[in-house]
């Protein structure tokens, strides 16, 4: 079965510093992956996705970055976080596009 | 545009029926979902519907119109742990197959 990963679970962060968020997918080949921010009461807000190693796509800009080195690993990334990013960040993964199933989640507060 | 509605709250009692409804105007239409997302964790897959007509999973069901852009999630026999969030999602056509997502609705459970 497929299981994905993410981590840390929970990261407090000070305005200006960098940030790397891991998500890792098993059991399963050539996934699509996304990174979703979920602010506090507000819906799902998609940042960027994946169709494969090195393909990324941006749909939000911002600050923020992503990247696929290998098959099953996404990484979101910033060189200097700000306020309002804040937030829920999930990752989540699909079989030729269709039903996206998520990770955990990572609760980042920027203070 | 792309547009996705559904009430902001509902509430309901213990053992009761409730039907969260979802419309949706999207420039394209590949399958409707509904997912259930429990407070401060992720989200977790609940339906697919693509073609019309009603999809039963045990308590839940969801039923889906083409025509009329509208669906909504049936929820029998009520329990407490359905307290949540349960968000529609739209995914649309194209190569991107994004999901479009609407805000959620916060379902209370009252005994």
């Known amino acids: 079965s497929q299981t994905i990963h993410q981590w840390p679970a929970t990261l407090v962060q000070p305005v200006g510093s960098p940030l790397s968020l891991e998500c890792t997918v098993e059991g399963t080949s050539n996934p699509n992956l996304y990174w979703y921010r979920q602010a506090a009461g507000r819906g799902l807000q998609l940042l960027f996705y994946?169709?494969?190693?090195?393909?990324i796509s941006s749909e939000v800009p911002q600050n923020l970055s992503a990247s696929r080195p290998q098959d099953r690993q996404f990484i979101l990334s910033s060189k200097k976080l700000l306020l309002s990013d804040s937030g829920f960040y999930l990752c989540a993964w699909s079989s030729s596009g269709e039903t996206q199933y998520f990770g955990p989640g990572t609760r980042l507060l920027v203070l | 545009g792309q547009n996705i509605d559904q009430p902001t709250e509902m509430t309901a009692t213990e053992g009761a029926i409730v039907q969260i409804n979802c419309t949706y105007q999207t420039s394209g239409f590949n399958g409707l979902f509904w997912y259930q997302q429990h407070a401060g964790e992720a989200p977790t897959f609940l339906s697919y519907?693509?073609l019309d007509g009603l999809e039963e999973k045990g308590r839940f069901s969801s039923f889906l119109s083409r025509s009329k852009g509208y669906s909504y999630l049936l929820l029998k026999e009520l329990q407490m742990k359905d307290s949540a969030s349960y968000l529609c999602a739209v995914l649309n056509a194209g190569n991107n197959r994004k999901l479009i997502w609407g805000l959620g609705t916060s379902l209370a459970v009252n005994p």
């Open positions: 519907n693509v």
């Open positions: 994946s169709v494969g190693i090195g393909q």
